[in-house]
């Protein structure tokens, strides 16, 4: 991509995530994609070396050279990884900024939390109920992922899919992935939903919850299912909306 077709406020995301990384040119402005995004199977084991090697042939892939922002399913506090859900164990206590910095050397990146980054790019460019009162995101996904935002700012590094609900954590229960592997219907995986979002109703109070991951696409299917107070939406952006996020995080330079 030459510089001049670039739209003047373009940013650069990176999505890693247990079975694909994705990286795409973002319009900052509008949230949308410039041109196509660029997906490379993760490496097994996906160590960080491993996932940098990866990231870092996506960036060439696209020719950029300005600032990344890249999500991780970790914890991240001061841009070290304190948990590591779907990658390598190695990832626990790694400082992304010494890994990248080695990797892309000279380079600007900022490393967040997947489902923080989706919760942020569906405040900028999503639903008006995410920039309003008190919002709870989830991406229901491989994990469940969750992003608390308050007029549309971001308490991140909440771990919303771990909370034991019952008896199990609740991603355990109600990610998209038991859907599958259990091959539940979406009735019965709607009756999983509702049970946990009970309980997180009960916990926090929010005015909505937002929902995303690609089984938001398909949220008629199963929202009727749910019995909760609280409304239930699904998140607009669907699966655009890591990379976005990093992108903007990145643009933002904010390094949780
Ligand atoms: C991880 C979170 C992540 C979520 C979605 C969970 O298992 O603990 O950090 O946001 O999966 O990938």
Same mark, same amino acid.
């Given at each position: 991509m030459t510089e001049n077709s670039l739209p003047a406020n373009a940013g650069f995301g990176i999505d890693v995530g247990g079975s694909g990384?994705?990286?795409a040119i973002v319009d900052l402005d509008t949230g949308e994609f410039v041109g196509e995004r660029h997906k490379i199977a993760t490496p097994q084991p996906a160590t960080p070396e491993a996932v940098a090697e990866t990231i870092t042939a996506i960036i060439e892939h696209f020719g950029w050279d300005g600032p990344v922002g890249i999500? #991780?399913? /970790?914890?991240?506090?001061? %841009?070290?990884? *304190? /948990?590591?859900a779907n990658v390598d164990q190695q990832w626990i206590g790694t400082d992304t900024q010494e890994l990248f910095g080695r990797h892309l050397p000279g380079r600007e990146v900022t490393v967040l939390n997947d489902a923080d980054a989706a919760g942020l =790019?569906?405040?900028e460019f999503g639903a008006a109920e995410a920039r309003e009162g008190a919002a709870i995101f989830l991406t229901l996904g491989t994990?469940?992922? /969750? +992003?608390? @935002?308050?007029?549309?700012? @971001?308490?991140?590094?909440?771990? #919303?899919?771990?909370?034991?609900?019952?008896?199990?954590e609740a991603e355990k229960q109600a990610s998209? +992935?038991?859907?599958? !592997? !259990?091959? #539940? /219907?979406? !009735?019965?995986? =709607?009756? *999983?939903?509702?049970?946990? #979002?009970?309980e997180y109703e009960k916990l926090f109070n929010p005015d909505v919850f937002l929902i995303g991951g690609g089984i938001s696409r398909k949220f008629d299917k199963w929202s009727g299912y749910l019995t909760l107070e609280t409304p239930v939406m699904p998140a607009n952006l669907r699966n655009r909306a890591g990379i976005v996020?990093?992108? @903007? +995080? +990145? %643009? *933002?330079?904010?390094?949780?």
């Open positions: 990384i994705k990286g999500t #991780l399913p /970790s914890v991240m506090k001061h %841009q070290v990884a *304190r /948990s590591a =790019a569906e405040v994990g469940i992922g /969750s +992003a608390l @935002l308050l007029e549309g700012k @971001l308490f991140p590094n909440t771990e #919303l899919g771990h909370m034991i609900v019952g008896k199990k998209s +992935a038991v859907k599958d !592997k !259990k091959e #539940l /219907s979406y !009735k019965d995986w =709607a009756k *999983r939903v509702n049970t946990v #979002l009970e996020g990093a992108a @903007l +995080a +990145a %643009q *933002r330079g904010v390094k949780p």
